[in-house]
């Protein structure tokens, strides 16, 4: 007969760290210039085709 292993306490509650990391300097400032960078170049890559497509959904309405 095969005896299966008991499982092991799931941890029911966590607790986040209270205490704060210093930022190497200008890290902070580099890591928002660059979040807003990759943010404003996506918006770019999306507004067009959306513009595209619903210019063109206009174009087919209208016919």
Do not use: E, F, H, Y
């Amino acid at each position: 007969m095969l005896i299966q292993p008991s499982p092991k306490p799931v941890m029911s509650r966590t607790n986040a760290p209270t205490t704060d990391c210093d930022s190497p300097d200008g890290s902070a400032a580099t890591a928002a210039q660059s979040i807003s960078l990759a943010a404003t170049t996506t918006k770019r890559m999306v507004t067009m085709p959306v513009t595209q497509v619903s210019t063109d959904c206009i174009r087919m309405m209208m016919w």
